[in-house]
């Protein structure tokens, strides 16, 4: 059977949770003449403001129970809903057992992931789950042929405008509507579904769902060809999913992947301790920095790789100050992102037109648990999050010489760097800030070898001699499968290394060490990073 071209709406059911604009949007529809149902604190609000309401029990003969459980769940609601106007057995069965028709069903649902994100208990967390909402939403998607189903409040202008001009909503936006309607329902299931797995510690539950809410389509992917949307996964964890944009032009997809590993990057320096800038190229950090102040940090930072900086992300631990504003906007920067900034700093930045600003009012915590989720051909690949550093590890020094206390600190500066570089990863580290990274490559020979080339040009652009890796620490992020690596640290003048140990030739490693008079420390963890 055809689906009709149009719905008029004479009966609107509406219960929603969130209930922005269902005031104005209710007094609208009454007074098109449409009959209005409700329940519950929706029903309340309506009353209040001096709307004529239907309470639910009154269409259903039967009243809510069960704590507000059982209201909607009834053949006089899900009839409405679901019986095809133009099939004459269904107008039969609705007029055998006293059905009206419902055209119109207004449902947002219960706030299951903000009550996980206050940190609710677990009673009070399943009874935020949802079970009327999503029947009701599923059956008027169902049968959009006939029904209109609005789950999102930015919809209400779009159906009124409709019905203020036609008397009823086009079939094109009913199907528009129910589309929304079902990925809504999805959603929401796939909270409550992973919400049990971290309860009950299953991570493996053999069907996973993973959802998000559009944050916008963007004007091409990784490359021109490729479509490309951003959607935030609504876990509210601060980052660009969550930041606000105060300035320039819209994120590209690249941006959007560079400027999340600045940040988890820079998230991993405790601002309490230091001030710590991340810049990032590509998504690997081309410098990483710490001081008492963010310039300090800012300025080593930019010291490891300057022409690499070029064009890149910049990511702060500590608010935007207009110190720190007035040395960024002196080289093209693609996104600043801070959890915060002065309004001297926004003065500062806003000369920069294209340059774009986003502030999280916060910083991501780097030992948050959660999952990451990765496509592959014909399925997804879902991991925990890396949250753990060289700080969560007991530390085992392995070499004849043990570390100076120098040393140890720009160790686990090295080690929290090398994290976020792609493998095979070498990270320099002198004096609390990257003089020499080395990502990426299929060898850790290269990595070392290419780490140490750029710390002689850095040093060359400072007007230094030799290389900034002279005298530096070096973390690697897995281990030495053999000596050559290490050989090549040496080579560039390393005092120290850390790194996870676990090769086979561990002992040839370490005896290379002990032989150029190195500091080995072994963490036990690998950080991969493809």
């Known amino acids: 059977m055809a689906q009709p071209t149009s719905s008029r709406i004479k009966r609107a059911l509406l219960s929603v949770s969130d209930k922005t604009g269902i005031v104005e949007f209710a007094t609208a529809l009454s007074a098109l003449g449409i009959e209005i149902i409700s329940t519950g604190g929706t029903r309340k609000a309506l009353e209040e403001a001096g709307i004529p309401v239907i309470d639910v029990s009154e269409v259903t003969g039967f009243p809510e129970i069960m704590d507000g459980r059982v209201k909607t769940l009834h053949p006089k609601v899900h009839g409405g809903l679901l019986g095809i106007r133009g099939n004459e057995a269904h107008k039969s069965a609705m007029r055998i057992h006293d059905i009206s028709p419902i055209d119109l069903v207004v449902v947002n649902l219960y706030p299951f992931a903000q009550t996980v994100a206050a940190g609710a208990d677990y009673a009070t967390v399943i009874e935020n789950i949802d079970i009327g909402g999503p029947a009701m939403i599923r059956a008027a998607a169902k049968n959009h042929g006939d029904v209109t189903v609005i789950v999102d409040p930015a919809d209400y202008a779009l159906v009124l405008g409709q019905l203020k001009t036609n008397g009823e909503v086009a079939n094109a936006d009913r199907q528009k509507f129910a589309a929304k309607a079902f990925a809504r329902t999805a959603a929401y299931d796939a909270s409550v579904s992973n919400w049990f797995a971290k309860e009950l510690e299953k991570p493996d539950l053999e069907w996973r769902s993973f959802s998000g809410r559009l944050r916008e389509v ?5 490359n021109p060809h490729q479509w490309a949307a951003f959607y935030a996964d609504g876990s509210n964890r601060p980052g660009v999913a969550t930041a606000r944009q105060v300035q320039g032009k819209t994120l590209s997809f690249n941006n959007i992947n560079d400027t999340d590993a600045a940040f988890e990057l820079v998230a991993e320096f405790d601002p309490a301790k230091s001030a710590a800038v991340a810049i990032i190229k590509h998504a690997n950090p081309c410098g990483v920095g710490q001081g008492e102040t963010l310039v300090d940090a800012y ?11 070029f064009g890149g992300i910049v990511a702060l631990n500590r ?37 774009r600003l986003l502030l999280t009012d916060g910083l991501p915590d780097a030992k948050a648990s959660g999952m990451t989720v990765r496509s592959v051909s014909g399925g997804l690949l879902v991991q925990t999050r ?5 700080d969560d590890c007991e530390l085992k020094v392995v070499t004849k010489r043990q570390p100076t206390e120098k040393e140890l600190a720009d160790l686990l500066v090295a080690a929290k760097v090398a994290k976020h570089v792609k493998s095979n990863a070498i990270v320099y580290v002198k004096d609390g ?8 490559q299929m060898s850790r020979v290269d990595s070392a070898r290419i780490a140490h080339s750029k710390s002689k040009d850095a040093a060359k652009a400072a007007k230094i001699k030799g290389a900034l890796a002279e005298g530096s620490v070096v973390a690697s992020d897995a281990f030495f499968p053999f000596a050559d690596g290490l050989e090549a640290l040496i080579a560039a003048g390393a005092t120290a290394v850390i790194q996870p140990g676990g090769s086979i030739r561990d002992e040839e490693v370490v005896a290379a060490a002990d032989k150029a008079g190195l500091a080995m420390i072994f963490t036990g963890m690998r950080h991969f990073r493809h």
Do not use: H, W
């Open 299 to 309: 300025e080593a930072a930019l010291r490891c790789d300057p022409v690499s900086a």
């Open 218 to 222: 963007m004007r091409y992917g990784e």
């Open 433 to 440: 800030a990257t003089v020499g990274i080395g990502a990426g």
């Open 319 to 355: 608010p935007l100050d207009a110190a720190i504003a007035e040395q960024i906007v002196k080289l093209f920067t693609e996104v600043i992102i801070a959890p915060g900034a002065s309004d001297e700093a926004l003065a500062i930045i806003e000369a920069k037109k294209n340059l």
């Open 386 to 390: 890396d949250n753990r550093n060289a």
